[in-house]
Nanobody, 126 residues
Framework: QVHLVESGGGLVQAGDSLSLSCVGP????????MGWFRQAPGKERQLVAA????????YYSDSAKGRFTISRDNAKNTVYLHMYSLKPEDTAVYYC???????????????????WGQGTQLTVSS
């Protein structure tokens, strides 16, 4: 069982910046593709950003491009989501997830991920 713990959510105003962190267990953390998903009330869980195990590739949803940056530090078993110019529509529970299946088009889908954190709430007020 892989245990992921997110932190960094909270209440911010539109236009603010915020970073989320997710710590996973070593030494296997560096072997996983890591993703950040979000789920707003009444909506499906959607991928926001993902990063290859060795940081050589990233993926962003259309809503995240240009505003969010995903990064990881395998020495610290941590993946980050840096968010800028936040909008009220970014309000959601944010989840980090670990994918053992490698980098493929399937990383866009929750079913491809093996392990999930408990989620952290981000609320962006207008």
């Amino acid at each position: 069982q892989v245990h992921l713990v997110e932190s960094g959510g909270g209440l911010v105003q539109a236009g603010d910046s915020l970073s989320l962190s997710c710590v996973g267990p070593g030494p296997t953390f560096s072997s996983y593709v890591m993703g950040w998903f979000r789920q707003a009330p009444g909506k499906e869980r959607q991928l926001v950003a993902a990063i290859r195990s060795d940081s050589t590739g990233t993926y962003y949803s259309d809503s995240a491009k240009g505003r969010f940056t995903i990064s990881r530090d395998n020495a610290k078993n941590t993946v980050y989501l840096h968010m800028y110019s936040l909008k009220p529509e970014d309000t959601a529970v944010y989840y980090c997830a670990a994918d053992s299946h490698g980098w493929s088009p399937k990383i866009q889908f929750p079913y491809d991920y093996d392990y999930w954190g408990q989620g952290t709430q981000l609320t962006v007020s207008s």
